[in-house]
């Protein structure tokens, strides 16, 4: 057995501590030398992952894919305030989503076994990072009445098809550092700290968190915080300063930086919409909505066949 997806509780701790995420109430500080080992330290962990740019889709599943995972979205997004968790809570629970996307595919039409995911995601990232975790019964489906049973057999399933592999990074780990070595020692405050949280997760919203590494979506939600107008020859000079992120190819920070800047733009354009209310307006009116099913676990098995699907490496 491979030495990395065996059981232990070192798999299961999580890699980054209260410090990269407290609610945006942490100053953003000078940065020290340890610091510039242990983020090089995170980079070269995303390197060795094959998680990354691994989604495996036909078009006509990759249309279906992008409103079911819009829907658990909102769902997620609107329980982590109802429970009181932390954002980091949340776009954990999204990571484990897509993680499990990409390694199976839930077959077309079945929206309630994406409403499940979503619950057993949230499930599992709230007993990795908050303190005080809510029985299962607290997790509340829009147009479903899951049991408990079977929200733990979903979990199983989550953990099995992540090697048990919970420990994620994820952008919020990087924040603090990149914006102490890329603003300014007079900007660097906590305006800038919630606007690049804001950026992570409009951006989570609409793109799959496995299409880039965690530290590319920091340095440019970062970068577009301190400036939403840069060129590419001046966003180079700025992270040829981070020692840390010369192994990151700047293509790859330059395409980011450019779709979380269109995003920002749509959502400004369009203020009163958002992608949760264009994803009812193209619902079909005889959707589920408002029918509750109660479904065993025998049922789940039935008529969700989950296909495992091998890698593109």
């Known amino acids: 057995m491979d030495p990395h997806t065996t059981f232990s509780l070192p798999n299961l701790l999580c890699e980054e501590d209260d410090s990269s995420l407290n609610d945006t109430k942490s100053k953003v500080s000078n940065p020290r030398s340890e610091d510039d080992h242990y983020i090089r330290s995170l980079i070269e962990k995303e390197a060795q992952s094959n998680d990354y740019n691994c989604v495996i889709c036909d078009d006509t599943t990759r249309n279906w894919f992008k409103c079911?995972?819009?829907?658990a979205i909102d769902w997620i997004f609107s329980t982590r305030e109802v429970l009181g968790f932390h954002f980091r809570t949340a776009y954990?629970?999204?990571?484990?989503?897509?993680r499990f996307n990409s390694r199976r595919v839930i077959d077309n039409g079945k929206e309630w076994a994406i409403q499940l995911l979503g619950i057993a995601c949230l499930s599992l990232a709230a007993k990795m990072e908050e303190q005080v975790v809510p029985s299962l019964s607290h997790y509340k489906a829009q147009g479903y009445n899951f049991e408990s049973s079977v929200i733990q057999r979903m979990e199983l399933m989550v953990l099995a098809t992540l090697e048990w592999r919970l420990c994620c990074i994820t952008p919020f780990a990087y924040l603090h550092h990149f914006l102490s070595k890329i603003c300014?020692?007079?900007e660097c405050n906590e305006f800038l700290v919630s606007k690049a949280i804001a950026l992570i997760l409009d951006f989570s919203k609409e793109v799959n968190s496995m299409d880039h590494r965690?530290?590319?979506?920091?340095?440019?939600?970062?970068l577009l915080a301190c400036d939403d107008q840069l060129t590419r020859?001046?966003?180079?000079?700025?992270?040829?300063?981070?020692?840390?992120?010369?192994?990151?190819?700047?293509?790859?920070?330059y395409r980011c930086?450019?779709?979380?800047?269109?995003?920002?733009?749509k959502k400004n354009i369009t203020p009163e919409s958002n992608s949760f209310e264009l994803l009812t307006n193209h619902r079909n009116p005889s959707s589920n909505i408002g029918i509750k099913r109660k479904l065993t676990y025998n049922g789940f098995e039935q008529k969700c066949p989950l296909q495992k699907i091998s890698r593109r490496l």
């Open 68 to 71: 079911a995972r819009l829907d």
């Open 92 to 98: 954990l629970s999204l990571t484990y989503f897509d």
């Open 184 to 186: 300014d020692e007079g």
């Open 214 to 222: 965690p530290s590319v979506v920091a340095i440019a939600a970062v």
């Open 233 to 253: 020859n001046a966003l180079e000079f700025k992270i040829g300063v981070v020692s840390s992120l010369h192994s990151l190819e700047k293509e790859c920070i």
């Open 257 to 265: 930086y450019n779709l979380l800047k269109n995003i920002e733009t």
